[in-house]
């Protein structure tokens, strides 16, 4: 294993799973193309054009981060499709703009305390201006488990609020808080419980809720989704209300941790399970020399895979099949658990695509894949399937 000089590596890292591209507009409302990304917070809208990113991937980058130290694979072994869906997204990009959404800002949700220090967690909200309650899709950003940075992804969070969802993006404790997996799945049940205690004032059907998370959102929003029907990782207030969930969408999440780099080169695999990495600090605290190899009943625990039973929400699992930061197999390994547990579950194959948007490496195209209709028109139609009966 290398040394616990890791730091710069996880830094860079939490540039990572921050999501696709921000989707175009051709509402006569939106901003224009010079709008930033603070604009865009503040009024909820879409960037009129694919190419504008509004800064959702510098904005969330630590400081003094760099591509030279984000940890990327050198090699992807090819994935196994046999029993997935393979997509080809090849088709036009989403538009935004086409319905009026209102945003509410850094409404806090819960106020835990980790190693005597209170931090007040916050949400954004976004709901469409249209009469009834609408059915709540709470959504997790990636970050390497370092950050969470709520204001990612603009643009495909809007784009999904705009067929009649609300979105609430949530902040959670991570590694910087000197958090564990156990704190940020405590995290988002909170923040599914705040909403449904607040449904009335949100316009929120309570019946009707779904986890969407990518990268360490993914993992998080399968952890919720697999205890689900259960009281695991319930804490903090609105205990009254239930944090169970109809519907998991988990985008290039990890899953089996021990397994994370199975499919990369041996170098990134040495990086990614040496002590102190970015996933063995979020499963034992930081400055902790244990790892996820060494410790197997830790890497169990912390498995999705363990926690599903008949209670489990159904899954859509999305893996590009190129991705260089989570082994594409990750997603395999947890279609087969769900599988074995008679948990509705499908796996997407995305053709040609990285780990969601990795524009800032030098592509600027990067991230086009998971911003097409054709992948997010599977995750708004499972939604449907799922939200609206």
Known sequence: MVARSTRGVVAGIALLGLGATACSSSGSTAPTRTATAAALAKTGACPQSSTDRTGEASSAAPSGSSPATILVARTVRQTDTSTSTVVTPDGPQIECGRAEVTLRQDITYASPTT?????????????????????????????????????????????????????????YRTTTTGSTYRDGVADVKSAIRYLRAHAGEYGIDTGKVAVWGQSAGGYLAAMVGATSGTKDFVSGDDLDESSDVRAVVDEFGASDLARIADDFDAATREKDLAPGSFLNAYVFGPGSEKTVVTDPAANKAADPATHLSSASAPFILLQGDKDRIISPSQSLILLDALKAKGVEATRYVIKGADHGDMSFLGDPKAGLPWSTQEVMGIITGFLDRKLRK
């Open 115 to 171: 190693d005597g220090k209170r931090l007040d967690l916050k949400l954004d909200l976004q709901v469409p201006k249209t009469s009834g309650t609408k059915p709540l899709v709470v959504y997790i950003t990636g970050g390497g488990f370092v950050m969470a940075d709520k204001s990612a992804n603009l643009g495909e969070r809007t784009y999904v609020a705009e067929q009649g969802y609300a979105v609430a993006s949530v902040q």
